[in-house]
């Protein structure tokens, strides 16, 4: 992991726990991305629920992705609960781990799975 | 563009693709079978398929599908199409067409109407998959094995309505996806990332035998909105030869490096491939919209130029007659704009026969003639229906059975013949057979019996065929479900007036029947002539009027000498009951109707205008003589007259109008 020079524990602030919900997808993109900027006023980690969201296109995954990397840069860690299947299917057609995404790792890009 | 926006086009283009497909397979049917008509069917579902994904529509695009899995045996010559599996897809083509009103709006259809067409479509998939079928043995070598798809999505593509996921689905549909690597390289932080634009690209590996072209047609809907490359990899080359493309940068807006240098990538930019669309689709009611707009200017100029004569300036005339023309030019494109070929409502006559042919029983022909005559699209709408009308009565009551046609040494298929062209200003179109014509004595003796003629009275043959459009009017001996009730062929008449046309018939025993419907190029705008009796005002469409001439006084007859020819005439004084006296010098207008010609006398000629037709309310629908109305540039109203009904008129000078 790319590791930031300052260094802090997950203790110093409870979790910010935001549940996302809905569709992932184009219509709600600006909403979703909305409620996701939220974590960046947040010092510490975050969680975020995915247990409601029923659908999600490559907006939703870019969202995603980028939430984890943003809060990567602050060394913060992001952990993903409830992954519904429609978001592990398209994570799993895109060849991106969602644990990779849980734990941001420095490129993204190349992290591809043979499918 | 929002999704609604791209849901009316998707709705508006699977329209057309589905006639097309019909077209095509009537075409085919009819044995102008050839390649292209198979591609284009093939193609039409696929893209129907495709674009069906980018809405949800789940049972649209499974059903085309299977469809499109049929089709594609066809194409590559699994599967011959004869005319069992043409009418199979027909009857698939009618339930997409539903499946697309359904996303319309319309009611969905039962699922259970799927079923059977699915498992008709499902005996041919197994068929052709049988052991020992040759096509895979045939398969190219060249077109399987391991392909690299390079696929980054332009920054606007998502809002677009593509979808890279999909993309994906339907390429894990041809085969085995061995690797997909997302590229992330151009994704901003949260922050800086705005929602709906991508910023993701794919390197994807694909294994499968379907072939460069069914790779390529997953792209299809997305082709412009993306960098594409699509190249094969030779397995066990060399090191060097499998090394991943560069990834592009997702905003440098370049298209990627060529695949290899052997010059086996495609590379199918938008910019490079694009082929710069040559027509656009505008909501009709925005033509509309502009139409009446022109037709308001048209007033107001006609209203201008009255001003600037009475003033007296001539720069002020100048510059408004210089408007004036302009506004002309504007008048003209704007009506061009809604212009259709009559060629797109014909089509659909190829399946009206085939079905009506099926159910009668009867080998008709139908064929087709003057697709490309224009007219406004307005009309073109209102007259499918009595079209349809026509060509079904022509069908079941005009062509004679097969056994009646061999004993009269007629070919045992019967014809039917759709035909279109200009004249006068109005468009004809013709709907002919060569069934066993009408009986006049049996038209005659019903109408009698009717008691809708005097059977003292002579009657031309026109007179007696135009009597079959009296309400209920009806001598077919038996009736069928499509027609022999008497109920139609006055509605047909009753649309055509409404649309200001005619309808004649012409008919010969035993060789057939020609049914003529002439009808106004538009209902907007036309070209006026303006002639003036007493006070009023009246307009001669200008298309009608063949010339004028001065009216010598002092004839009583209904007819005056035009070089040497016969020339009726009726008064418009008269025939209107306007009062006051005649002035000295009365002139005659010539006009032409069909084959008809005839003089209207008038008091004075007032030329030409640009003519804005207003309709009539219902209170003056059964004011014969009058087709609509107009308004003046003096503010007045002025009536544009019918010359047809002026000609049908029975007596030439009793009042048309009170």
New interface residues.
């Given amino acids: 992991m790319n590791c930031p020079a300052r260094t802090r524990s997950a203790d110093d602030a409870p979790p910010l726990e935001i549940a996302l919900s809905g569709g992932m997808t184009i219509e709600h993109a600006a909403d979703q991305a909305r409620r996701l900027r939220a974590a960046l006023t947040h010092s510490g980690p975050v969680q975020l629920d995915l247990g409601e969201v029923i659908a999600i296109d490559v907006t939703g995954v870019q969202l995603l992705l980028a939430t984890t990397r943003s809060l990567a840069s602050h060394a913060w860690p992001v952990t993903l609960h409830g992954v519904p299947p429609a978001v592990e299917h398209a994570f799993a057609l895109l060849g991106i781990d969602l644990d990779v995404v849980s734990s941001p790792a420095p490129n993204v890009a190349e992290a591809g799975s043979p499918r | 563009m929002n999704?609604e926006q791209l849901l009316q086009t998707f709705l508006g283009e699977s329209r057309d693709l589905l006639e097309e497909m019909e077209r095509h397979l009537l075409d085919i049917r009819a044995g102008q079978c050839g390649d292209d008509a198979v591609n284009a069917i093939f193609r039409a579902a696929h893209t129907i398929k495709g674009s069906g994904g980018l809405f949800d529509l789940t049972e649209l695009v499974q059903f085309t599908h299977v469809v499109e899995s049929v089709l594609d045996l066809v194409r590559d010559g699994s599967l011959a199409l004869d005319h069992d599996l043409v009418a199979l897809l027909l009857a698939c083509c009618d339930h997409i067409h539903l499946l697309v009103e359904a996303a319309a709006g319309a009611p969905a259809p039962d699922p259970a109407q799927a079923a059977p067409l699915l498992a008709r479509l499902e005996v041919h998939l197994h068929a052709t998959h049988a052991p020992d079928g040759v096509a895979s043995a045939d398969a190219p070598m060249a077109d399987s094995g391991l392909w690299r798809i390079s696929y980054h999505?332009h920054p606007t593509a998502?809002?677009f309505g593509n979808?890279?996921?999909r993309v994906?689905?339907c390429l894990?549909a041809l085969g085995?996806?061995?690797?997909?690597?997302?590229?992330?390289?151009g994704?901003?932080?949260?922050?800086l990332?705005e929602?709906?634009t991508?910023?993701?690209g794919?390197?994807i590996e694909l294994r499968t035998d379907a072939g460069r072209a069914r790779i390529e047609e997953v792209f299809e809907f997305v082709r412009d909105e993306c960098e594409l490359l699509i190249a094969p990899v030779v397995e066990g080359a060399t090191a060097a030869a499998a090394t991943p493309l560069p990834?592009p940068a997702i905003d440098d807006g370049e298209p990627p490096a060529a695949a290899g240098e052997n010059g086996t990538g495609v590379q199918a930019s938008a910019r490079g491939a694009r082929q710069e669309s040559r027509s656009i689709r505008v909501d009709a009611d925005r033509l509309d919209r502009m139409i009446d707009l022109v037709g308001e200017l048209i007033i107001a100029v006609a209203g201008s130029n009255a001003s600037a004569q009475r003033s007296g300036d001539a720069a002020l005339q100048e510059s408004t007659s210089m408007v004036a023309e302009l506004v002309e030019q504007v008048r003209e494109s704007a009506l061009q704009l809604r212009m259709v070929k009559i060629g797109g409502t014909f089509s659909r006559f190829h399946r009206v026969v085939h079905d009506v042919a099926r159910e009668l029983g009867k080998d008709i022909a139908l064929v087709v003639s003057g697709e490309d005559t224009e007219l406004d699209k307005s009309v073109v709408e209102k007259i499918a229906d009595p079209l349809t009308h026509l060509v079904r009565n022509a069908m079941d009551h005009g062509i004679e059975p097969a056994a009646v046609r061999r004993a009269c040494g007629k070919p045992e298929r019967g014809t039917v013949r759709l035909n279109a062209f200009h004249d006068s200003g109005s468009i004809v179109i013709e709907i002919s057979d060569d069934g066993g014509g009408l009986d006049r004595e049996r038209i005659l003796a019903k109408a009698v019996e009717r008691g809708l003629i005097d059977p003292a009275r002579t009657l031309t043959d026109a007179e007696v065929f135009a009597l079959v459009f009296e309400p209920g009017f009806s001598t077919a001996e038996k009736v069928t479900n499509l027609s022999g009730r008497g109920v139609g062929m006055d509605v047909v008449r009753r649309n055509i007036s409404a649309l200001r046309g005619s309808v004649d018939i012409a008919s010969r025993p035993g060789i057939g029947t020609t049914i003529s419907v002439r009808l106004p190029l538009t209902l907007a705008i036309i070209n006026g002539f303006q002639v003036g009796v007493g006070k009023s005002v009246f307009i001669l469409p200008l298309d009608v009027v063949e010339e004028c001439i001065e009216f010598s006084s002092g004839y009583q007859a209904e007819y005056t000498d035009l070089r040497g020819g016969v020339l009726p005439y009726l008064r418009l004084r008269s025939a209107f009951g306007i009062d006051g006296t005649p002035p000295p010098r009365e002139s005659i207008v010539v006009v032409k109707h069909g084959p008809q010609r005839c003089g209207i006398v008038v008091d004075q000629l007032l030329g030409e205008w640009q003519t804005v037709i207003k309709p009539l309310s219902s209170v003056f629908s059964g004011v014969r003589g009058i087709s609509g109305s107009s308004i003046l540039g003096s503010g007045e109203v002025a009536l544009i007259l019918d010359v047809g009904s002026l000609l049908r008129s029975d007596e030439p000078d009793a009042p048309l109008a009170a």
Wanted: glycine residues 0%.
């Fill in positions: 999704m999505p998502l809002r979808s890279p996921l994906l689905r894990k085995t996806l061995e690797q997909v690597r997302t590229r992330t390289d994704l901003p932080p949260l922050e990332l929602p709906e991508c910023y993701l794919f390197e990834p």
